[in-house]
């Protein structure tokens, strides 16, 4: 029981923390934003329906991490795209008190002053080194506090169900798809058939 | 018999369907008995409310989804079928809450197991005060669903995934069963959870539904029951406002229900949040409490042979070895069952990531998983949790896992463990943030019962949500009658997994079925003879 009040008071210290943190790190971002690394290569699709472009740069950065593709590398930048757009048309079906709980992570993440001292990630986003965001990973994951358990664990799990989700990457994990012939066999696939 | 879209085909021509998202302008409408939630209680006394020659309004929040979206594709099928986008879970975070939103409930998505109410919990109910829960009156019930829905032991032998749990159970002389399902020409192919592609599976989606809209119920979708206004002990209107299939957020229409009588079966969660926002009378504060999860916890083999288990009927085999372990009301006994894992939900729960990751998807051919249901709330250690409102008026519960069902908990990951190992698994770990992979049952059995278990670290999840809306005859310990019928108000029930005293023991779908066909039919000669 005392560890579920610390765990709260912990929270609650993170709550009061963010709407101040908003308010004063406004212009300290603003100023770093241009002398943060761009990234080498833009993402291709910034037309999110709920990820903003700073959320957005957060989980290029995280997911280079979380995914480690079958040649043993991080995926590519069009991949990353494309798998953050899959994230983002996940979270549209989020209910709307869940995408707000989201969007209160990112802001976290997103903010120098929440972020350092919470992931201890105190430079840019693309400038943080996979080692710097491995050790914050497994910080969250490990920790006492349950507010940064349940962080890591909404990343982790968006991550990866999102990417192994993806047909592209069934092969990854030795999934076949759908028996070809079973969906030969049933209607609702006879249109796409036709339409290519 | 060619397999068509029930809905969108000729089949359906006739039937009074309503895309809430649709209408232009507030309606008011006027009917016998208005249902809400079209899933396991609200769609079987549908059919029987209709089928008595009452006129039936069916309201239900989520969508329309049939055959033509059965498309076996989990990144699609998840956030459009499930709760919250599948982002449902309890206010700690700690339990990840699996519940269908779609036109059938979760029937629409569930795996087909189809267990009769255990004689153990049907005797404890009735211990509790229960009218006309026996063994022996609800007999026939039973027998009247299994019969409607196709309800038989799969006769198919088990996939490789359930083989596992059966022959580690053979090895170690544990008691084992074949699972009976209710599907009809099922092609052994186990997408169940992403909504059946065959229409084999029978859903209420392509049974009772279906059975009330031909007999001239109308069924409004994408709409979802606001509150109910009473006047005295009596229900006045049922407010209703459609509901944007994919953010959730409240449109402008608004739809008033009047009828004769009201029965809520928007579920476990849904239930309690309705008659809550409806401040309904509750002079005990009972309203929400002791909601029950089944909660589950995992373990994952790797086998030596190839499993494949995202192939053929996903549940099969089931152990009851250690579910009565200690009597009805002693320690926390478990179901032991397997899952279908398919990669998007394996990713998602074994909560690891980059290389540890990567290694452990490589291997999905192999991998078996097995899992146990524990079986809360029939010890005063296991009151359940709470449903409360958000300040929109959505529901959040508040589960907390209390030492007891910690102890349960572990007991369920040492024997999951020793049953793989009996199986042969050449390497088990439990679903746990911290969990390594075991070489042996010795070493796994060691770590485990040393680990001080936490919320967020072991990985758990409910697919089975029961109570917040208690039945009993004492208007003191429960919120409507053995009949379902409300204490306080006339002319509302509650029909659904809401009412259960405690949880089942066993899956619950075919508890569901037979209690409200029951209740149905009691309420359809009431509402004739008034
Ligand atoms: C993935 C999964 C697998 C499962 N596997 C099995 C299994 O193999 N065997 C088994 O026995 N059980 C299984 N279950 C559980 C079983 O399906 C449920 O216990 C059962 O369907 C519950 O019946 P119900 O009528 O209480 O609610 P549901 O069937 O969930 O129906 C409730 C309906 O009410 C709607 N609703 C909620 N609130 C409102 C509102 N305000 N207005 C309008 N509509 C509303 C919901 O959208 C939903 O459609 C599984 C469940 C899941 C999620
Ligand atoms: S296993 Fe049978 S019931 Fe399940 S999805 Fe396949 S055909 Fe339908």
């Known amino acids: 029981m005392t560890k579920t009040t610390h765990s709260r008071r912990q929270f609650l210290r993170l709550s009061l923390l963010t709407p101040f943190a908003v308010t004063a790190s406004t212009a300290y971002l603003s100023g770093c934003a241009t002398s943060a690394r761009r990234p080498d290569k833009p993402l291709q699709d910034t037309h999110f329906h709920f990820l903003d472009e700073d959320s957005a740069q957060i989980w290029q950065a995280i997911i280079t991490v979380m995914i480690v593709t079958d040649t043993g590398d991080s995926p590519s930048t069009d991949e990353v795209s494309l798998h953050i757009s899959r994230i983002d048309q996940g979270l549209r079906h989020f209910s709307p008190a869940n995408r707000e709980k989201v969007s209160d992570l990112f802001n976290l993440l997103s903010i120098t002053f929440t972020r350092g001292l919470t992931t201890g990630i105190w430079q840019p986003w693309p400038n943080a ?7 914050f990973l497994d910080a969250w994951k490990n920790s006492r506090f349950q507010v940064f358990n349940q962080g890591y664990n909404v990343l982790a799990q968006l991550a990866a169900f999102t990417y192994y989700g993806e ?30 | 018999m060619s397999i068509e879209d029930i809905y969108t085909t000729e089949s359906g021509a006739g039937w009074t369907t309503v895309d809430a998202t649709r ?75 699996m519940q269908g939103r779609t036109v059938g409930g979760s029937t629409t998505v569930n795996w087909t197991s189809s267990f009769r109410t255990p004689d153990e919990t049907l005797k404890h109910w009735s211990s509790l005060g229960l009218k006309g829960f026996t ?18 032991p799969w006769t198919v032998p088990p996939n490789p995934n359930n083989q596992v749990l059966q022959s580690g159970c053979q090895r170690l002389g544990w008691s084992w069963h074949v699972i009976p399902r209710n599907v009809r020409g099922c092609w052994n192919i186990g997408y169940c959870g992403m909504g059946c592609p065959t229409n084999a599976k029978q859903s209420m989606l392509v049974t009772t539904v279906p059975g009330a809209l031909s007999r001239g119920a109308s069924l409004f979708y994408n709409l979802r029951a606001n509150h109910l206004q009473y006047q005295g002990t009596s229900t006045q209107a049922l407010e209703c406002q459609a509901i944007d299939p994919v953010s959730q957020e409240p449109l402008p229409v608004k739809v008033e229900i009047r009828a004769r009588h009201y029965v809520v079966s928007a579920s476990a969660i849904g239930s309690p949040t309705i008659l809550l926002r409806s401040n309904t009378p509750d002079p005990y504060k009972l309203i929400g409490k002791r909601t029950f999860l089944h909660p589950v916890n995992a373990t994952l083999a790797i086998m030596p042979e190839r499993i494949e288990p995202y192939k053929g009927a996903p549940q099969s085999i089931y152990s009851d070895q250690f579910n009565w372990r200690d009597g009805v009301t002693g320690e926390a006994g478990f179901k032991m069952e397997v899952p ?56 959040e519960l508040d589960y907390p896992v209390t030492d007891y069902l910690w102890r349960g908990l572990k007991e369920a990951y040492l024997r999951m463990a020793e049953v793989q190992f009996a199986a042969g698994a050449k390497k088990v770990k439990f679903l746990h943030n911290h969990s390594p992979y075991f070489n042996r049952y010795s070493e796994a059995s060691q770590w485990m019962q040393d680990k001080e278990l936490k919320i967020l670290q072991s990985r758990l999840f409910t697919a089975h949500q029961m109570g917040g809306c208690a039945m009993g005859e004492n208007p003191s310990s429960s919120v409507v009658n053995s009949d379902g ?24 779908q075919l508890s569901i079925y037979a209690m409200a066909a029951r209740q149905a039919t009691q309420l359809a000669q009431k509402l004739k003879s008034a």
Do not use: C
């Not at chain 2, 006129?55 to 699609?76: Q, R």
């Open chain 1, 129 to 135: 080194t996979h080692s710097d965001i491995r050790q």
């Open chain 1, 167 to 196: 047909p592209e990457h069934w092969e990854e994990s030795g999934y076949p798809g759908p028996p070809k012939e079973i969906k030969a066999a049933l209607p609702q696939f006879k249109s796409q058939e036709i339409a290519g």
């Open chain 2, 23 to 97: 209408l232009v302008k507030d309606q008011i409408i006027e009917t016998d008995v208005v249902v809400v939630g079209t899933g396991a209680g609200g769609g079987t006394t549908a059919e029987i409310l209709a089928n008595a020659g009452l006129n039936v309004v069916m309201v239900e929040e989520g969508a329309l989804n049939s055959l033509k979206e059965f498309k076996m594709d989990e990144l699609e099928a998840y956030p459009k079928l499930y709760q919250e986008g599948m982002s449902r879970v309890t206010a700690d975070g700690g339990i990840a809450i």
């Open chain 2, 135 to 152: 063994p022996e009156s609800m007999a026939p019930w039973f027998d009247d669903r299994e019969r409607r829905l196709g309800i038989k």
């Open chain 2, 340 to 395: 279908p894992m398919f990669p998007a939900l394996t990713a998602g729960i074994i909560g690891e990531y980059g290389r540890q990751l990567a290694d452990t998807m490589h291997q999905l051919p192999h991998i078996n998983a097995v899992l146990s249901l524990v079986r809360d709330g029939f010890n005063e250690a296991s009151p359940g949790g709470e449903v409360r409102l958000r300040s929109d008026g959505t529901p």
């Open chain 2, 485 to 508: 019928q409300h204490h306080h108000i006339d002319n509302l029930s509650v029909i659904d997994a809401s009412t259960f005293p405690t949880s089942v023991g066993a899956n619950p």
